[in-house]
Nanobody, 123 residues
Framework: QVHLVESGGGLVQAGGSLRLSCAAS????????MAWFRQAPGKEREFVAA????????YYTDSVKGRFTISRGTAKNTVALQMNRLKPEDTAVYSC????????????????WGQGTQVTVSS
């Protein structure tokens, strides 16, 4: 059974940093796209960043380019999202997802999802 478990969310002041981690288990993710999405209250789920598990290629939504970095974590089968220079508009529930299709920013193409972790940025 596939599990994606996020950690690292919390409350931070604007300009601060947080590092999210996603621990994946239950199958091989070779060739998969691993992504972070976020959803703020009253808004649709939004693509944030993705990484190809096999070759490390990455994509970012424009609003986080230069501030967020997605990477394969140091621990086996983990994906990290380093978030710097956070803004209040980054406040959302951040979810990790995995897709057999590379590359996609569409939530419906993702096969597996974590439960999400709350990120709150105060002004």
């Amino acid at each position: 059974q596939v599990h994606l478990v996020e950690s690292g969310g919390g409350l931070v002041q604007a300009g601060g940093s947080l590092r999210l981690s996603c621990a994946a288990s239950g199958r091989s993710f070779s060739g998969y796209g691993m992504a972070w999405f976020r959803q703020a209250p009253g808004k649709e789920r939004e693509f944030v960043a993705a990484i190809n598990w096999s070759d490390g290629n990455t994509y970012y939504t424009d609003s986080v380019k230069g501030r967020f970095t997605i990477s394969r974590g140091t621990a086996k089968n983990t994906v990290a999202l380093q978030m710097n220079r956070l803004k209040p508009e980054d406040t959302a529930v951040y979810s990790c997802a995995a897709s057999a299709q590379w590359f996609s920013s569409t939530p419906s193409t993702y096969d597996y999802w974590g439960q999400g972790t709350q990120v709150t940025v105060s002004s």
